[in-house]
Protein backbone atom coordinates (compact mmCIF):
# COMPACT_ATOMS: atom_id res chain seq x y z
CA UNK A 1 0.00 0.00 0.00
CA UNK A 2 1.20 3.40 -0.56
CA UNK A 3 1.63 5.39 2.77
CA UNK A 4 0.35 8.90 3.92
CA UNK A 5 3.42 11.38 5.00
CA UNK A 6 1.40 12.53 7.99
CA UNK A 7 1.21 10.99 11.13
CA UNK A 8 -2.17 10.35 11.14
CA UNK A 9 -4.27 7.04 11.67
CA UNK A 10 -5.86 5.97 8.80
CA UNK A 11 -9.18 4.13 8.08
CA UNK A 12 -9.40 1.02 6.20
CA UNK A 13 -13.05 1.44 4.40
CA UNK A 14 -14.65 -1.57 2.26
CA UNK A 15 -15.55 -0.25 -0.72
CA UNK A 16 -19.03 -0.73 -3.31
CA UNK A 17 -17.88 -4.31 -3.64
CA UNK A 18 -17.91 -5.34 0.13
CA UNK A 19 -20.92 -3.55 0.44
CA UNK A 20 -22.69 -5.48 -2.01
CA UNK A 21 -20.81 -8.64 -0.75
CA UNK A 22 -22.98 -7.62 2.60
CA UNK A 23 -20.13 -6.56 4.83
CA UNK A 24 -21.73 -2.85 5.67
CA UNK A 25 -25.41 -2.96 5.08
CA UNK A 26 -25.30 1.15 6.81
CA UNK A 27 -24.23 2.77 4.15
CA UNK A 28 -25.50 2.28 0.23
CA UNK A 29 -23.83 3.21 -3.01
CA UNK A 30 -26.32 6.69 -3.17
CA UNK A 31 -25.14 7.87 0.15
CA UNK A 32 -21.59 7.71 -1.57
CA UNK A 33 -20.76 11.76 -2.34
CA UNK A 34 -17.05 12.53 -3.66
CA UNK A 35 -17.29 15.99 -2.60
CA UNK A 36 -17.67 15.37 1.10
CA UNK A 37 -14.86 12.30 0.46
CA UNK A 38 -13.03 15.37 -1.17
CA UNK A 39 -13.45 17.44 3.18
CA UNK A 40 -12.20 14.34 4.48
CA UNK A 41 -8.86 14.67 3.53
CA UNK A 42 -8.58 18.46 4.83
CA UNK A 43 -6.07 18.51 8.18
CA UNK A 44 -7.22 19.38 11.38
CA UNK A 45 -6.25 22.99 10.99
CA UNK A 46 -8.35 23.66 8.35
CA UNK A 47 -6.15 23.84 5.47
CA UNK A 48 -5.25 20.97 2.87
CA UNK A 49 -1.92 20.59 2.17
CA UNK A 50 -1.22 20.78 -1.11
CA UNK A 51 0.13 17.27 -1.43
CA UNK A 52 -2.31 15.88 -0.09
CA UNK A 53 -4.42 13.85 -2.05
CA UNK A 54 -6.97 10.95 -2.21
CA UNK A 55 -5.07 7.19 -1.68
CA UNK A 56 -7.11 4.11 -3.02
CA UNK A 57 -5.11 1.06 -3.99
CA UNK A 58 -6.98 -2.31 -5.13
CA UNK A 59 -6.00 -5.49 -4.10
CA UNK A 60 -7.60 -7.36 -6.97
CA UNK A 61 -7.52 -5.75 -10.68
CA UNK A 62 -9.70 -8.03 -11.98
CA UNK A 63 -13.14 -6.39 -13.32
CA UNK A 64 -16.32 -7.85 -11.83
CA UNK A 65 -17.91 -8.24 -14.62
CA UNK A 66 -15.73 -10.42 -16.48
CA UNK A 67 -16.30 -13.23 -13.51
CA UNK A 68 -18.52 -15.88 -14.85
CA UNK A 69 -22.05 -15.65 -12.65
CA UNK A 70 -20.34 -11.87 -11.04
CA UNK A 71 -19.15 -13.34 -8.60
CA UNK A 72 -16.66 -10.82 -6.41
CA UNK A 73 -12.86 -11.69 -5.45
CA UNK A 74 -12.57 -12.61 -1.96
CA UNK A 75 -10.80 -9.02 -0.99
CA UNK A 76 -12.78 -6.36 -2.53
CA UNK A 77 -11.22 -2.84 -3.85
CA UNK A 78 -10.58 -0.66 -0.26
CA UNK A 79 -10.32 2.74 -0.20
CA UNK A 80 -7.17 4.54 2.19
CA UNK A 81 -8.72 7.95 3.63
CA UNK A 82 -8.16 10.47 6.55
CA UNK A 83 -10.33 10.08 9.50
CA UNK A 84 -13.41 12.45 9.94
CA UNK A 85 -16.32 12.32 11.58
CA UNK A 86 -18.00 11.50 9.03
CA UNK A 87 -16.77 7.85 6.97
CA UNK A 88 -17.52 8.23 3.77
CA UNK A 89 -16.24 6.27 0.83
CA UNK A 90 -15.81 7.39 -2.67
CA UNK A 91 -16.89 6.30 -5.54
CA UNK A 92 -14.84 6.57 -8.65
CA UNK A 93 -16.06 9.07 -11.36
CA UNK A 94 -17.70 8.09 -14.66
CA UNK A 95 -15.22 8.22 -17.87
CA UNK A 96 -17.45 11.04 -18.81
CA UNK A 97 -16.51 13.29 -15.91
CA UNK A 98 -12.67 12.93 -15.74
CA UNK A 99 -9.67 15.27 -16.69
CA UNK A 100 -8.64 14.57 -20.09
CA UNK A 101 -5.32 13.94 -18.32
CA UNK A 102 -6.67 11.17 -16.48
CA UNK A 103 -5.80 7.87 -17.91
CA UNK A 104 -8.04 5.16 -18.19
CA UNK A 105 -5.87 2.27 -18.90
CA UNK A 106 -5.38 -0.89 -16.61
CA UNK A 107 -2.66 -2.91 -16.23
CA UNK A 108 -2.95 -5.90 -19.04
CA UNK A 109 -3.46 -9.02 -17.29
CA UNK A 110 -0.08 -11.37 -17.19
CA UNK A 111 0.37 -14.69 -18.57
CA UNK A 112 -0.47 -16.87 -14.79
CA UNK A 113 -3.71 -14.45 -14.55
CA UNK A 114 -4.77 -15.38 -17.87
CA UNK A 115 -4.23 -19.77 -17.32
CA UNK A 116 -6.37 -19.06 -14.09
CA UNK A 117 -8.61 -17.53 -15.66
CA UNK A 118 -9.11 -20.01 -18.61
CA UNK A 119 -8.47 -22.78 -15.71
CA UNK A 120 -11.58 -21.31 -13.67
CA UNK A 121 -14.24 -21.00 -16.91
CA UNK A 122 -13.33 -24.42 -17.83
CA UNK A 123 -14.29 -26.13 -14.53
CA UNK A 124 -17.29 -23.61 -14.75
CA UNK A 125 -18.32 -25.04 -17.75
CA UNK A 126 -17.73 -28.23 -17.29
CA UNK A 127 -19.96 -28.08 -13.76
CA UNK A 128 -22.44 -26.18 -15.50
CA UNK A 129 -22.91 -28.90 -18.30
CA UNK A 130 -23.23 -31.27 -15.28
CA UNK A 131 -25.46 -29.57 -13.82
CA UNK A 132 -27.75 -28.88 -16.90
CA UNK A 133 -27.57 -32.73 -17.50
CA UNK A 134 -28.76 -33.63 -13.96
CA UNK A 135 -31.38 -31.23 -13.55
CA UNK A 136 -32.60 -32.73 -17.25
CA UNK A 137 -32.24 -29.01 -19.27
CA UNK A 138 -33.10 -31.19 -22.55
CA UNK A 139 -35.31 -29.93 -24.94
CA UNK A 140 -39.14 -30.34 -23.98
CA UNK A 141 -39.93 -31.20 -27.33
CA UNK A 142 -38.18 -34.92 -26.41
CA UNK A 143 -40.98 -37.40 -25.94
CA UNK A 144 -41.28 -39.60 -22.68
CA UNK A 145 -39.21 -42.86 -22.75
CA UNK A 146 -38.79 -45.76 -20.66
CA UNK A 147 -35.87 -47.50 -19.87
CA UNK A 148 -35.42 -50.76 -18.36
CA UNK A 149 -32.53 -52.79 -16.56
CA UNK A 150 -32.62 -56.16 -16.02
CA UNK A 151 -29.83 -57.23 -13.70
CA UNK A 152 -30.22 -53.78 -12.25
CA UNK A 153 -28.52 -54.45 -8.91
CA UNK A 154 -25.08 -56.37 -9.95
CA UNK A 155 -21.56 -55.13 -10.91
CA UNK A 156 -22.27 -53.74 -14.15
CA UNK A 157 -26.29 -52.83 -13.29
CA UNK A 158 -25.32 -50.45 -10.33
CA UNK A 159 -23.11 -47.89 -12.24
CA UNK A 160 -25.44 -48.17 -15.28
CA UNK A 161 -28.42 -47.26 -13.12
CA UNK A 162 -26.80 -44.12 -12.24
CA UNK A 163 -25.81 -43.18 -15.34
CA UNK A 164 -28.95 -43.72 -16.92
CA UNK A 165 -30.55 -42.30 -14.04
CA UNK A 166 -28.47 -38.88 -15.45
CA UNK A 167 -29.38 -39.02 -19.75
CA UNK A 168 -32.25 -36.35 -20.00
CA UNK A 169 -33.84 -38.14 -22.04
CA UNK A 170 -34.93 -40.48 -19.74
CA UNK A 171 -37.81 -40.20 -17.57
CA UNK A 172 -38.76 -43.38 -16.33
CA UNK A 173 -36.07 -45.75 -14.83
CA UNK A 174 -36.84 -49.13 -14.14
CA UNK A 175 -34.91 -51.68 -12.37
CA UNK A 176 -35.14 -54.95 -12.55
CA UNK A 177 -33.21 -57.97 -10.44
CA UNK A 178 -33.65 -60.99 -8.51
CA UNK A 179 -32.86 -59.69 -4.99
CA UNK A 180 -31.14 -56.21 -3.83
CA UNK A 181 -33.02 -53.73 -6.45
CA UNK A 182 -35.20 -51.95 -3.96
CA UNK A 183 -32.28 -50.75 -2.03
CA UNK A 184 -30.53 -49.93 -5.53
CA UNK A 185 -33.50 -47.91 -6.54
CA UNK A 186 -33.73 -46.23 -3.60
CA UNK A 187 -29.95 -44.90 -3.56
CA UNK A 188 -30.37 -43.69 -7.06
CA UNK A 189 -33.73 -41.88 -6.91
CA UNK A 190 -32.13 -39.53 -4.29
CA UNK A 191 -30.64 -37.86 -7.52
CA UNK A 192 -31.93 -34.68 -8.65
CA UNK A 193 -32.58 -35.44 -12.18
CA UNK A 194 -36.12 -35.66 -13.79
CA UNK A 195 -36.36 -39.82 -14.83
CA UNK A 196 -38.75 -41.26 -11.88
CA UNK A 197 -36.98 -44.72 -10.71
CA UNK A 198 -38.64 -48.19 -9.45
CA UNK A 199 -37.45 -50.92 -8.30
CA UNK A 200 -38.48 -54.37 -8.92
CA UNK A 201 -37.52 -57.67 -7.62
CA UNK A 202 -38.47 -61.57 -8.23
CA UNK A 203 -40.30 -63.39 -11.17
CA UNK A 204 -43.78 -61.67 -10.21
CA UNK A 205 -42.47 -58.51 -10.92
CA UNK A 206 -40.89 -58.57 -14.02
CA UNK A 207 -43.66 -58.07 -15.86
CA UNK A 208 -44.74 -54.86 -14.27
CA UNK A 209 -40.78 -53.92 -14.32
CA UNK A 210 -40.95 -53.95 -18.34
CA UNK A 211 -44.54 -52.86 -19.24
CA UNK A 212 -43.62 -49.74 -21.56
CA UNK A 213 -40.46 -50.09 -21.77
CA UNK A 214 -38.83 -48.11 -24.86
CA UNK A 215 -35.54 -49.58 -24.55
CA UNK A 216 -34.27 -52.70 -22.36
CA UNK A 217 -30.74 -53.40 -21.52
CA UNK A 218 -29.82 -57.16 -20.18
CA UNK A 219 -26.37 -57.42 -18.10
CA UNK A 220 -27.98 -59.89 -16.00
CA UNK A 221 -25.85 -63.11 -15.44
CA UNK A 222 -22.53 -63.97 -13.82
CA UNK A 223 -19.32 -62.20 -14.18
CA UNK A 224 -16.45 -63.53 -15.67
CA UNK A 225 -13.72 -64.67 -13.30
CA UNK A 226 -10.08 -65.50 -13.40
CA UNK A 227 -9.05 -68.44 -16.13
CA UNK A 228 -12.87 -68.00 -17.56
CA UNK A 229 -13.20 -67.21 -21.11
CA UNK A 230 -17.05 -65.68 -22.15
CA UNK A 231 -17.96 -68.96 -23.19
CA UNK A 232 -17.31 -70.58 -19.80
CA UNK A 233 -20.35 -68.34 -18.74
CA UNK A 234 -22.61 -70.13 -21.55
CA UNK A 235 -24.18 -72.36 -19.24
CA UNK A 236 -25.12 -69.87 -16.80
CA UNK A 237 -25.97 -67.06 -18.50
CA UNK A 238 -27.74 -68.77 -21.86
CA UNK A 239 -30.67 -69.56 -19.30
CA UNK A 240 -30.97 -65.96 -17.82
CA UNK A 241 -31.08 -64.65 -21.19
CA UNK A 242 -33.62 -67.19 -22.46
CA UNK A 243 -35.70 -66.41 -19.80
CA UNK A 244 -35.73 -62.53 -19.44
CA UNK A 245 -36.71 -62.78 -23.47
CA UNK A 246 -39.45 -64.43 -22.77
CA UNK A 247 -40.67 -62.03 -20.81
CA UNK A 248 -39.53 -58.45 -23.13
CA UNK A 249 -41.58 -60.87 -26.00
CA UNK A 250 -44.59 -60.67 -23.33
CA UNK A 251 -44.60 -57.37 -21.85
CA UNK A 252 -42.60 -54.86 -24.53
CA UNK A 253 -42.24 -56.41 -27.87
CA UNK A 254 -41.79 -53.14 -29.51
CA UNK A 255 -38.82 -51.91 -27.08
CA UNK A 256 -34.96 -51.62 -28.04
CA UNK A 257 -32.80 -54.95 -27.17
CA UNK A 258 -29.65 -53.85 -25.68
CA UNK A 259 -28.07 -57.15 -25.01
CA UNK A 260 -24.34 -56.91 -22.35
CA UNK A 261 -24.86 -60.66 -20.93
CA UNK A 262 -22.15 -62.77 -22.13
CA UNK A 263 -21.31 -64.20 -24.29
CA UNK A 264 -22.79 -61.80 -26.32
CA UNK A 265 -21.98 -63.68 -29.50
CA UNK A 266 -24.29 -66.47 -28.45
CA UNK A 267 -27.22 -64.45 -25.98
CA UNK A 268 -27.97 -62.50 -28.82
CA UNK A 269 -28.98 -65.33 -31.26
CA UNK A 270 -30.66 -66.86 -28.09
CA UNK A 271 -32.60 -64.09 -27.92
CA UNK A 272 -33.56 -63.50 -31.44
CA UNK A 273 -35.14 -67.54 -31.41
CA UNK A 274 -36.90 -66.24 -28.53
CA UNK A 275 -38.48 -64.07 -30.21
CA UNK A 276 -38.86 -65.43 -33.87
CA UNK A 277 -40.93 -68.37 -31.49
CA UNK A 278 -43.17 -65.75 -29.80
CA UNK A 279 -43.74 -64.00 -33.18
CA UNK A 280 -42.22 -61.09 -32.07
CA UNK A 281 -38.62 -60.73 -33.76
CA UNK A 282 -37.71 -57.65 -35.50
CA UNK A 283 -34.03 -57.68 -36.40
CA UNK A 284 -33.90 -54.08 -36.09
CA UNK A 285 -34.45 -53.83 -32.46
CA UNK A 286 -32.29 -56.66 -30.98
CA UNK A 287 -28.59 -55.51 -30.85
CA UNK A 288 -25.40 -56.62 -29.05
CA UNK A 289 -23.63 -53.97 -27.21
CA UNK A 290 -20.16 -53.83 -28.67
CA UNK A 291 -19.37 -50.51 -27.43
CA UNK A 292 -16.79 -51.29 -24.66
CA UNK A 293 -14.03 -52.56 -27.30
CA UNK A 294 -15.00 -49.49 -29.26
CA UNK A 295 -13.73 -47.44 -26.28
CA UNK A 296 -10.81 -49.83 -25.46
CA UNK A 297 -9.68 -49.19 -29.35
CA UNK A 298 -10.09 -45.68 -29.27
CA UNK A 299 -8.50 -45.12 -25.67
CA UNK A 300 -5.16 -47.91 -26.35
CA UNK A 301 -4.96 -45.67 -30.16
CA UNK A 302 -4.93 -42.21 -28.76
CA UNK A 303 -2.28 -42.95 -26.28
CA UNK A 304 -0.21 -45.16 -28.82
CA UNK A 305 -0.35 -42.80 -31.68
CA UNK A 306 -0.02 -39.45 -28.99
CA UNK A 307 -3.88 -38.15 -30.27
CA UNK A 308 -6.54 -36.52 -28.17
CA UNK A 309 -8.78 -39.17 -27.09
CA UNK A 310 -11.75 -36.97 -27.43
CA UNK A 311 -11.25 -36.59 -30.89
CA UNK A 312 -10.40 -40.27 -31.80
CA UNK A 313 -12.66 -42.29 -33.67
CA UNK A 314 -12.25 -46.59 -34.20
CA UNK A 315 -14.78 -48.94 -35.73
CA UNK A 316 -14.77 -52.45 -34.40
CA UNK A 317 -16.44 -54.97 -36.15
CA UNK A 318 -16.95 -59.02 -35.69
CA UNK A 319 -17.81 -59.92 -32.92
CA UNK A 320 -17.29 -59.50 -28.82
CA UNK A 321 -15.31 -62.16 -27.58
CA UNK A 322 -11.23 -62.97 -28.28
CA UNK A 323 -10.33 -63.03 -31.95
CA UNK A 324 -14.00 -61.90 -32.95
CA UNK A 325 -13.29 -58.65 -32.17
CA UNK A 326 -11.50 -56.68 -35.12
CA UNK A 327 -10.83 -52.96 -34.55
CA UNK A 328 -10.33 -51.06 -37.83
CA UNK A 329 -6.99 -49.16 -37.27
CA UNK A 330 -6.78 -48.40 -40.81
CA UNK A 331 -9.93 -46.43 -40.54
CA UNK A 332 -9.01 -44.52 -37.18
CA UNK A 333 -9.12 -40.63 -37.29
CA UNK A 334 -7.73 -39.01 -36.75
CA UNK A 335 -4.32 -40.94 -38.82
CA UNK A 336 -1.32 -41.89 -37.39
CA UNK A 337 1.21 -41.86 -39.54
CA UNK A 338 3.73 -42.79 -36.60
CA UNK A 339 2.55 -46.27 -36.07
CA UNK A 340 4.60 -49.54 -37.64
CA UNK A 341 3.12 -52.63 -38.17
CA UNK A 342 3.62 -54.19 -35.06
CA UNK A 343 1.99 -51.37 -33.33
CA UNK A 344 -1.07 -52.22 -34.95
CA UNK A 345 -0.73 -55.99 -34.26
CA UNK A 346 0.11 -54.97 -30.31
CA UNK A 347 -2.67 -53.04 -30.57
CA UNK A 348 -5.34 -55.11 -31.82
CA UNK A 349 -4.33 -57.71 -29.14
CA UNK A 350 -4.51 -55.43 -26.48
CA UNK A 351 -7.95 -54.74 -27.42
CA UNK A 352 -9.14 -57.90 -28.09
CA UNK A 353 -7.43 -59.28 -24.45
CA UNK A 354 -9.08 -55.92 -22.58
CA UNK A 355 -11.64 -58.08 -20.67
CA UNK A 356 -9.13 -60.10 -19.05
CA UNK A 357 -7.00 -57.49 -18.40
CA UNK A 358 -8.91 -55.87 -15.94
CA UNK A 359 -10.11 -59.55 -14.85
CA UNK A 360 -6.45 -59.85 -13.63
CA UNK A 361 -5.76 -56.97 -12.50
CA UNK A 362 -8.94 -57.25 -9.99
CA UNK A 363 -7.34 -60.71 -9.10
CA UNK A 364 -11.06 -62.41 -8.86
CA UNK A 365 -12.42 -59.68 -7.26
CA UNK A 366 -14.43 -58.34 -10.23
CA UNK A 367 -14.66 -58.21 -14.18
CA UNK A 368 -14.56 -54.81 -16.35
CA UNK A 369 -17.93 -53.56 -14.59
CA UNK A 370 -17.29 -49.98 -14.42
CA UNK A 371 -16.15 -49.38 -18.08
CA UNK A 372 -19.21 -51.84 -19.28
CA UNK A 373 -22.01 -49.98 -17.56
CA UNK A 374 -20.48 -46.32 -19.18
CA UNK A 375 -20.35 -48.28 -22.71
CA UNK A 376 -23.50 -49.58 -21.93
CA UNK A 377 -24.80 -46.09 -20.90
CA UNK A 378 -23.61 -44.29 -24.39
CA UNK A 379 -25.38 -47.45 -26.40
CA UNK A 380 -28.40 -46.42 -24.71
CA UNK A 381 -28.07 -42.82 -25.38
CA UNK A 382 -27.60 -42.63 -28.98
CA UNK A 383 -30.83 -45.88 -28.88
CA UNK A 384 -32.87 -42.68 -27.29
CA UNK A 385 -31.57 -39.73 -29.66
CA UNK A 386 -32.34 -42.82 -32.89
CA UNK A 387 -35.98 -42.62 -31.44
CA UNK A 388 -36.40 -39.02 -30.89
CA UNK A 389 -35.59 -38.72 -34.24
CA UNK A 390 -31.93 -37.48 -34.34
CA UNK A 391 -30.27 -37.80 -37.75
CA UNK A 392 -26.87 -39.39 -38.27
CA UNK A 393 -26.58 -41.70 -35.09
CA UNK A 394 -23.56 -43.99 -35.56
CA UNK A 395 -22.44 -46.90 -33.55
CA UNK A 396 -21.11 -50.49 -33.91
CA UNK A 397 -23.43 -52.99 -32.69
CA UNK A 398 -23.68 -57.10 -33.14
CA UNK A 399 -26.60 -57.13 -35.23
CA UNK A 400 -28.41 -59.74 -37.47
CA UNK A 401 -25.97 -58.91 -40.87
CA UNK A 402 -25.70 -59.31 -44.68
CA UNK A 403 -22.06 -58.01 -44.69
CA UNK A 404 -20.59 -61.21 -44.17
CA UNK A 405 -22.12 -64.43 -44.69
CA UNK A 406 -22.66 -64.91 -40.82
CA UNK A 407 -26.36 -64.52 -39.48
CA UNK A 408 -24.92 -62.15 -36.90
CA UNK A 409 -22.01 -59.79 -37.15
CA UNK A 410 -20.65 -56.51 -35.70
CA UNK A 411 -20.60 -53.51 -37.86
CA UNK A 412 -21.55 -49.77 -38.11
CA UNK A 413 -25.03 -49.04 -37.63
CA UNK A 414 -27.07 -46.07 -38.42
CA UNK A 415 -29.72 -45.98 -35.48
CA UNK A 416 -33.43 -44.52 -36.15
CA UNK A 417 -36.35 -44.30 -34.86
CA UNK A 418 -37.27 -47.89 -35.82
CA UNK A 419 -33.47 -49.12 -34.43
CA UNK A 420 -31.51 -49.81 -37.01
CA UNK A 421 -31.91 -48.16 -39.98
CA UNK A 422 -28.84 -49.04 -42.23
CA UNK A 423 -26.32 -51.72 -41.83
CA UNK A 424 -22.87 -50.14 -43.20
CA UNK A 425 -20.21 -51.68 -44.92
CA UNK A 426 -16.49 -52.83 -44.09
CA UNK A 427 -15.27 -50.04 -45.91
CA UNK A 428 -11.35 -50.98 -47.03
CA UNK A 429 -9.42 -53.36 -45.17
CA UNK A 430 -5.51 -53.34 -44.76
CA UNK A 431 -3.88 -56.68 -45.80
CA UNK A 432 -3.75 -57.80 -41.69
CA UNK A 433 -7.32 -56.81 -40.99
CA UNK A 434 -8.22 -58.93 -44.21
CA UNK A 435 -6.37 -62.06 -42.85
CA UNK A 436 -8.09 -61.15 -39.40
CA UNK A 437 -11.67 -60.83 -40.64
CA UNK A 438 -10.96 -64.60 -42.21
CA UNK A 439 -9.52 -65.90 -39.17
CA UNK A 440 -12.73 -64.79 -36.66
CA UNK A 441 -15.36 -66.27 -38.69
CA UNK A 442 -15.30 -69.78 -37.91
CA UNK A 443 -15.05 -69.07 -33.93
CA UNK A 444 -17.97 -67.07 -34.49
CA UNK A 445 -20.30 -68.92 -36.40
CA UNK A 446 -19.62 -71.49 -33.88
CA UNK A 447 -20.79 -69.43 -31.18
CA UNK A 448 -23.33 -68.49 -33.20
CA UNK A 449 -25.18 -72.07 -33.82
CA UNK A 450 -24.27 -72.99 -30.00
CA UNK A 451 -26.82 -70.28 -28.96
CA UNK A 452 -29.50 -71.12 -31.61
CA UNK A 453 -29.16 -74.62 -30.64
CA UNK A 454 -29.58 -73.88 -26.66
CA UNK A 455 -32.92 -71.72 -27.71
CA UNK A 456 -34.45 -74.35 -29.97
CA UNK A 457 -33.12 -77.15 -27.52
CA UNK A 458 -34.35 -76.11 -23.93
Not at 136 to 154: D, Q
Not at 390 to 409: A, M, N, R
Request: hydrophobic share 40%.
Amino acid sequence: MVAVLERRPVVLVQSRCALQCGSDPSTSASQINPAQNQKNITSASGRRPRDAKPLAFSLSHRRHHQLPFRSHPPFGPFHLTRPSTTTTRRRRPPDRLRSPHQSTARRAPGRAQLRRAAMRSSLLKSTSELLRRSRGYSSSANPERKVAILGAAGGIGQPLALLMKLNPLVSSLSLYDIAGTVGVAADVSHINSPALVKGFMGDDQLGEALEGSDVVIIPAGVPRKPGMTRDDLFNINAGIVKALSTAIAKHCPNALVNMISNPVNSTVPIAAEVFKKAGTYDEKKLFGVTTLDVVRAKTFYAGKAGVPVTDVNVPVVGGHAGITILPLFSQATPASNSLAQEDIVALTKRTQDGGTEVVEAKAGKGSATLSMAYAGAVFADACLKGLNGVPDIIECSYVQSTVTELPFFSTKVCLGKNGVEEVLGLGELSDFEKQGLENLKGELKASIEKGIKFAHGN
